[in-house]
């Protein structure tokens, strides 16, 4: 089965700063991953998505790496913000269907 | 506005009386899942449907039964709460059944079940 990890289940950053999340997949077939934030008293919100056959994608202030070499994800959050503050998961998907497998979650901190 | 839509938010029930948390998405969204998420496990998959009367079995299926009689509804259902059913509950739907979409979550349903 597949496994998904992040490294550390708390993150403090100061405001400004950038932040990097890192996460750990286990399974060699997974072909998608996706992180999520989630807000307190909120469903996760979609931030960004990477496929297996790229190894970098960026969005606006989020850069998602993929080395698939050591199964590893991070996200990084640029200038990060009060409003950043929330819980982030990753998630893969092992080739074909929808499937989802969940990491536990990283609860980023921002500090003023 | 795209959305996933989850009732009731909160509810407080006792063992062994049935209820049904509704999910509707407006998204036309033919994938739709049912996930629980507890304290150090993350979100595990409760069930899931590819599409109008298709649905499947996802992690934790025990206790939990689901319907998609129309593409817009997932209702979950327990038959028979226990304590141990006591959780976070989410709906999601995505896009197209093929995998590489995101998938769109609702705002949760705490269940407490004494």
């Known amino acids: 089965g597949e496994n998904v990890g992040l490294h550390l289940p708390t993150l403090s950053v100061q405001e400004g700063d950038n932040s990097i999340i890192n996460c750990a997949y286990s399974?060699?077939?997974?072909?998608?991953f996706i992180w999520y934030k989630q807000e307190s008293g909120k469903g996760p919100q979609f931030i960004i998505d990477?496929?297996?056959?790229?190894d970098k994608r960026q969005g606006q202030r989020v850069t998602v790496l993929l080395n698939k070499t050591v199964k590893h994800l991070s996200l990084q959050i640029a200038a990060t913000q009060p409003g950043d503050s929330a819980v982030y998961f990753c998630?893969?998907?092992?080739?074909?269907?929808?499937?989802?497998?969940f990491g536990t979650g990283t609860q980023l901190k921002v500090e003023l | 506005e795209a959305q996933v839509t989850q009732n009731p938010r909160y509810l407080i029930t006792v063992t062994g009386k049935k209820l049904t948390v509704t999910c509707s998405q407006n998204?036309?969204?033919?994938?739709m899942s049912w996930y629980r998420q507890d304290p150090g496990l993350g979100l595990r998959q409760i069930y899931y449907s590819m599409n109008v009367e298709v649905t499947d079995k996802g992690d934790v299926p025990e206790g939990y039964k689901v319907s998609r009689k129309e593409k817009r509804n997932f209702p979950l259902i327990l038959e028979s709460p226990s304590p141990n059913q006591t959780s976070l509950y989410f709906c999601?739907?995505?896009?197209?059944?093929?995998?590489?979409?995101?998938?769109?979550f609702g705002d949760g349903t705490r269940l407490s079940i004494l």
């Open positions: 999601a739907s995505s896009s197209g059944t093929g995998g590489g979409q995101p998938q769109h």
């Open positions: 998204m036309n969204h033919e994938y």
């Open positions: 399974n060699s077939a997974s072909d998608y």
């Open positions: 990477i496929r297996s056959n790229m």
């Open positions: 998630a893969s998907r092992k080739g074909g269907g929808n499937k989802l497998t």
